[in-house]
């Protein structure tokens, strides 16, 4: 039969469970608690352990519960109990005292009638001291299962069952276990905003685009690109720079610096390049071919290229701070001085034009050069 004290914890575990639950209460997403537990112990299992100090009668037994749920299906539980139970054979008094810590499980959204399950596992260390034997230390693993249930804004109830196995002897005892716990550093995920209902009267008419090019007018800095541009983020025509190079050869007569007739086509199609391009120059090298003295020729390599850029001016009105002479003499042959054809190729001034444009970039184009 259990004693009386046992009587009356079996009735607080009863009363526990059987609690109405306030489904109303919300369980916080993490918190801290503190509680007190009661439990019966069901150390019937131990009949057959050959050590009669921890061969107990049923018990019922006291704790100081300690937990931290980290987040709504993870929680950490620390307990310290105590219990004066008796040696089963002997009947001697005996003090038990235990300490515990394991870890809980809870499905976040499940509910039975308003109660949340949870499941825990972990390790308890207890240490028996009774009359007439020597003390005695037990490491046990446990498990465990349970209901909770929040009875008010900073009220926990929890009721479950446990079970442990001690590693040495490998015994087994059963605990049917309830406490009320103390809620404190609550804390509760945040409401979903609400959505605010649509307001017709802030619609307006979709924004004006006069150019076409994709970008309202209102952040458009560029309100006439060209059709068929592709444009940056403000609206303006992406370009593309590209280099200019142009190359003119205009030969000459033997000791001569007049330029031909015949050149002058060229020359015109080399200056309208130039007037397309405003930001380009021109490099006009002046060249002779072997004969007579290497002195005399790079004079007359400069008279030559100082003819062309005169009819450059004179005859097509390029600006003369856009020309360069030089004279490079007999230095640079482009073919043999040992034939009349070959020193009739050397006789010659080189135009060179060089810079850079910026032109606009096609939705059809690639963007590279």
Known sequence: MPKPSQKALIAALIAAVSAPSLASQKFPSSYDSLGIEVSYVDSGNSEDKSDAKDDLHNYGEVGANYTH?????????????????????TDRDADLYRGSVGGRIHPSLYRLGGWRPFAGAGYSHTYIDADGFDSENEHMLYAEAGLQSMLAPRILAEAGIRGRVELEDTYTDGQVFASLNYVFGRQYPAAPKSREPLDLSKLSAPPVDSDGDGIPDNRDKCPDTPEGALVEKDG????????????????????????????????????????????????????????????????????????????????????????????????????????????????RVEAIVSGEYSEIVKKDQSATP
Do not use: W
């Open 69 to 89: 749920q980290f987040n709504p299906t993870t929680s950490l539980f620390i307990q310290g109990s105590m219990a004066q139970p008796e040696t089963r054979n």
């Open 236 to 347: 303006c025509a992406k370009e593309l720079t590209r280099e200019i190079k142009e190359t003119l050869y205009v030969e000459f007569e033997h000791d001569k610096t007049e330029v031909l007739p015949s050149f002058y086509p060229q020359i015109k199609t080399l200056a309208k390049t130039l007037r397309e391009y405003p930001t380009s120059r021109i490099l006009l090298e002046g060249h002779t071919d072997s004969t007579g003295p290497s002195s005399y020729n790079q004079k007359l390599s400069k008279s030559r290229a100082g003819a062309v850029m005169k009819v450059l001016i004179d005859e097509f009105g390029i600006s003369a701070d856009r020309i360069r002479t030089t004279g490079m003499g007999e230095s640079q042959p482009v073919a043999t001085n040992e034939t009349e054809n070959g020193r009739a190729q050397n006789r």
